[in-house]
């Protein structure tokens, strides 16, 4: 199947923090992966603000860089990079002074779409914002994309909703959260709400429990000193795990609209229930042979903060009453794997109880990462003779083969997220009073161990976590999936 690709208007992106890993990484891959589809037109400015001592050549070598190492060497024609390197633009700025702003200004164009992306620490969204309206070099139709974290708790996350509408209006704010970019996250609202199979079955009357898994089996590495600061709770499960919970909770939107979806976003967040202590685990990876413990990489032998965190949450409203959710994030774990495992109650009245049977319950898994795909668990009788023995197999859509285009990977979520904010799509991205929503949630938990005073359990790297994680759905007479 061959995607279609809609050309986006010519535009003028400006990338403060242009010389920084997510710069690096994602955002300049992602720009030149959509002109080599043909969605972004060669006039386009691709502007890189930061306090490095560049030139425009300088900034080129380092474009060229980025795209050698992180876009497949099969897309890297020589004359569409050329091309693209002819977009590409410096300017020296500084984010909290005056230098670079009035030459900045000179650089854009009025007339064609203009979007500010603040790739730098939150401590600079509201410096940037203030300048660029000081300056007034943004326009009234300009847009700002502010990656997370957005906030450390409610209080900050409200200040930084002051600052940011002080000088943009709600409509022209984007604050990323690069899991919804993601092509199965998308596919999880097609296949809710645009197949008549599911929609009837999603709600408490028919689901046992639904669990959502992000694990990593990587360490903090580098990121220790704001990991340390932050730890699972602020940085994964108040906005990715969020996200992600949902969308899989919520109400059919009325249109496929940004408002009309984050509407019923928000009122997920707002029946969650209060967590208490006896359903939120911590943990903290030990040390092994391949590599230090938690508290040796964030330089704290005294650190409280956690590496690892399993909750069981409840919605509170008529569709999921009585049915948990199961989250789960952590560092150092078995595998690296982003799932939504949606589990089936077993039917009402089994007509096989007399007979062999290896497992039971039909599972629909979302997989995000790795192998973007979707499986549905369903139960049949194994092949051959000797009876009636049941066994689950998977129908299995994994959407890099089934819809992939000539062999070609799916788009990164960031190649997504960046056309979305030229086209002006907000759908994808969070309101503030969603952010400030999530926050409320999550603060009461973390004031909780933080009162109490709790410590991380510890776990073995390459685990599954916490023994008492497991316990948590033991004592429920349910069992974490396998990493």
């Given at each position: 199947m061959v995607s279609q690709t809609i050309p986006v208007e010519d535009f003028d992106l400006v990338i403060f923090g242009a010389t920084g890993d997510l710069s690096r990484r994602k955002i300049l891959p992602a720009l030149y992966r959509r002109m080599h589809a043909g969605q972004m037109p060669k006039t386009v400015q691709i502007i890189g603000g930061a306090r490095s001592d560049l030139d425009a050549s300088g900034f080129r070598d380092f474009v060229r860089q980025s795209l050698d190492e992180f876009v497949d060497s099969a897309l890297l024609e020589p004359e569409l990079v050329d091309a693209f390197m002819q977009t590409i633009h410096y300017i020296k700025v500084d984010a909290t002074g005056d230098e670079g702003w009035d030459l900045l200004s000179q650089m854009l164009r009025a007339e064609v779409i203009q979007a500010f992306y603040f790739s730098v620490g939150p401590a600079l969204f509201a410096p940037l914002a203030r300048r660029l309206l000081k300056y007034k070099i943004a326009n009234g139709n300009a847009r700002i994309v502010v990656e997370k974290p957005f906030g450390h708790d409610l209080v900050s996350a409200r200040a930084l909703n002051k600052e940011l509408s002080g000088c943009f209006a709600e409509h022209q704010i984007y604050r990323i959260?690069?899991?919804?970019?993601?092509?199965?996250?998308?596919?999880?609202?097609?296949?809710?709400?645009?197949?008549?199979?599911?929609?009837?079955?999603?709600?408490?009357?028919?689901?046992?429990?639904?669990?959502?898994?992000?694990?990593?089996?990587?360490?903090?590495?580098?990121?220790?000193?704001?990991?340390?600061?932050?730890?699972?709770?602020?940085?994964?499960?108040q906005n990715h795990l969020m996200q992600l919970l949902c969308l899989t909770a919520m109400e059919p939107p009325s249109l496929y609209e940004a408002n009309a979806v984050r509407d019923e976003k928000l009122k997920v967040i707002r029946a969650l229930q209060p967590v208490p202590s006896k359903d939120v685990v911590r943990g903290q990876y030990s040390a092994d042979d391949k590599g230090p413990s938690y508290l040796a990489d964030v330089g704290d032998p005294k650190s409280t903060t956690e590496s690892f965190i399993a909750l069981k949450v409840h919605v509170g409203n008529w569709r999921w009453s009585g049915t948990p959710f199961y989250l789960r994030t952590g560092k150092r774990l078995r595998s690296r794997v982003s799932e939504i495992a949606v589990s089936f109650k077993d039917p009402p009245h089994s007509i096989f109880e007399d007979y062999e049977r290896e497992s039971h319950g039909n599972v629909l898994v979302i997989r995000l990462q790795p192998d973007e795909g979707i499986t549905l668990w369903v139960t049949i009788k194994e092949p051959g003779p000797g009876g009636m023995r049941l066994t689950e197999v998977p129908l299995d859509m994994t959407f890099a083969e089934a819809l992939g285009n000539d062999g070609e990977e799916m788009p990164d979520a960031y190649e997504r997220l960046v056309m979305d904010v030229i086209r002006g799509n907000q759908t994808l991205f969070m309101r503030c009073d969603e952010v400030e929503a999530a926050w409320a949630w999550a603060d009461p938990i973390i004031e909780g161990w933080e009162t109490r005073r709790d410590k991380p359990k510890t776990y073995s790297p390459g685990s599954s976590g916490p023994e008492d994680s497991l316990m948590l759905l033991h004592r429920d007479g349910r069992r974490w999936r396998e990493l």
């Open positions: 959260d690069h899991y919804l970019g993601k092509e199965t996250v998308q596919n999880l609202m097609a296949v809710r709400f645009a197949n008549a199979l599911f929609e009837p079955l999603w709600n408490a009357r028919h689901i046992d429990h639904v669990q959502i898994t992000v694990s990593e089996n990587l360490s903090v590495g580098g990121r220790g000193a704001y990991y340390d600061k932050s730890g699972a709770m602020r940085d994964m499960v």
